[in-house]
Nanobody, 125 residues
Framework: QVQLAESGGGLVQAGGSLRLSCEAS????????MGWFRQAPGKERKIVTA????????YYTDSVKGRFTISRDNAKNTVYLQMNSLKPEDTAVYYC??????????????????WGQGTQVTVSS
């Protein structure tokens, strides 16, 4: 399994920006799809964005399109989430996750079984 550690969360005002990082260890992630999920208080965890092992292939949930950008640096075994124009409804614990399958040909959230501990993002109005 891949060990994942998120960082970069915090408190920011609406309209501000944050950059989350997810550093992997134990195994390389360059052959794996990677994703960011979030869980707001009282709600279930949901996918926010994902990036394929082919880094030009990405997915964004509708609510973050045009505001969030996922990227990866395979040399650093790290995935990033740049979050701009943050809104109070973006407040959640953000989790990084790795697809257990390598060289997958499509996104499949049920295959994401390696998870980080999460980092809190709070956006004040």
């Amino acid at each position: 399994q891949v060990q994942l550690a998120e960082s970069g969360g915090g408190l920011v005002q609406a309209g501000g920006s944050l950059r989350l990082s997810c550093e992997a260890s134990g195994r390389t992630i360059n052959s794996r799809d990677m994703g960011w999920f979030r869980q707001a208080p009282g709600k279930e965890r949901k996918i926010v964005t994902a990036i394929s092992w082919r880094p030009t292939v990405t997915y964004y949930t509708d609510s973050v399109k045009g505001r969030f950008t996922i990227s990866r640096d395979n040399a650093k075994n790290t995935v990033y989430l740049q979050m701009n124009s943050l809104k109070p409804e973006d407040t959640a614990v953000y989790y990084c996750a790795a697809d257990d399958t390598t060289y997958s040909d499509s996104f499949a959230w049920e295959r994401y079984r390696s998870w980080g501990q999460g980092t809190q993002v709070t956006v004040s109005s």
